[in-house]
């Protein structure tokens, strides 16, 4: 089944429900060849899951890199084939060195119910995967029903406080690049030259080892995994 491109019934009009196109593997050295999925049969589903995020004119990464074209193309051979991007196939397909999967490289699951993002990962881990990787960058607003599941995307420390003392893993962008990255967009901001970065109360970020340290990815890294028990708050360079 393709999670979850079906049509349900709402006072006699037909509504469709988001999709999740997967992928069993990805060339993204940052992740590692691990299996991905992306929000939305069509740049329609995709932008209304992105509707209200700061990041969307001009800092996401999605939608002024490469990825966003490399989904443009899936969702057109989804029209045809449908069941070349179902989460079975991605976990049949994937590496035998996957550890992890990253869901929502495109989009905000914020638009799926709490139970399809618990059946993804069930899904993944019975396959010996050991957790999911997924952030929304609306945890106080309407993603908030996937705390526990989700990793709370932010872009301000006062924002970080909040959802870590309500019990979110927090993921924070900070306006500073890494130093190789090859975004032209990006040369204004200052370079991370190992800066650390805390909360208003003291809560100490670690940034994104696969950012900062060779040889590892998020495949050997995982501290954004929804298997993780002890509290995350990461720190994301701009890439």
């Not at 019934?9 to 037909?14: A, F, P, V």
Request: with cysteine; glycine share 8%; proline share 5%.
């Amino acid at each position: 089944m393709n999670d979850c491109a079906q049509s349900t019934q709402d006072s006699g009009r037909s509504v469709q429900k988001p999709t999740m196109l997967w992928v069993p593997d990805s060339a993204n050295t940052k992740t590692g060849p691990i299996p991905q999925g992306y929000v939305g049969a069509t740049r329609q589903e995709t932008e209304e899951s992105c509707k209200g995020c700061p990041m969307r004119k001009n800092l996401c990464y999605y939608w002024r890199g490469m990825p966003v074209a490399a989904h443009s193309g899936m969702q057109r051979r989804n029209a045809t084939d449908p069941a070349r991007y179902t989460i079975e196939r991605a976990i049949s397909r994937s590496r035998r060195s996957a550890k992890f999967a990253r869901g929502a490289v495109g989009g905000d699951p914020s638009v799926f119910d709490r139970s399809i993002v618990q059946t993804w990962t069930n899904k993944f881990q019975a396959a010996g995967f050991r957790g999911l990787l997924l952030y929304t960058h609306f945890a106080e607003t309407r993603g908030s029903h996937l705390k526990g599941l989700a990793m709370a995307s932010t872009n301000s420390f006062e924002q970080s406080d909040r959802l870590l003392s309500d019990g979110w893993h927090v993921a924070q962008t900070v306006p500073f690049r890494t130093p190789h990255t090859k975004r032209h967009s990006l040369k204004h901001l200052p370079v991370w030259q190992g800066q650390k970065f805390k909360t208003p109360s003291g809560k100490l970020g670690v940034v994104c080892p696969a950012q900062t340290r060779r040889g590892i990815d998020c495949n050997s890294c995982g501290l954004c995994s929804n298997h993780q028990k002890k509290q995350q708050y990461i720190i994301f360079l701009m890439h």
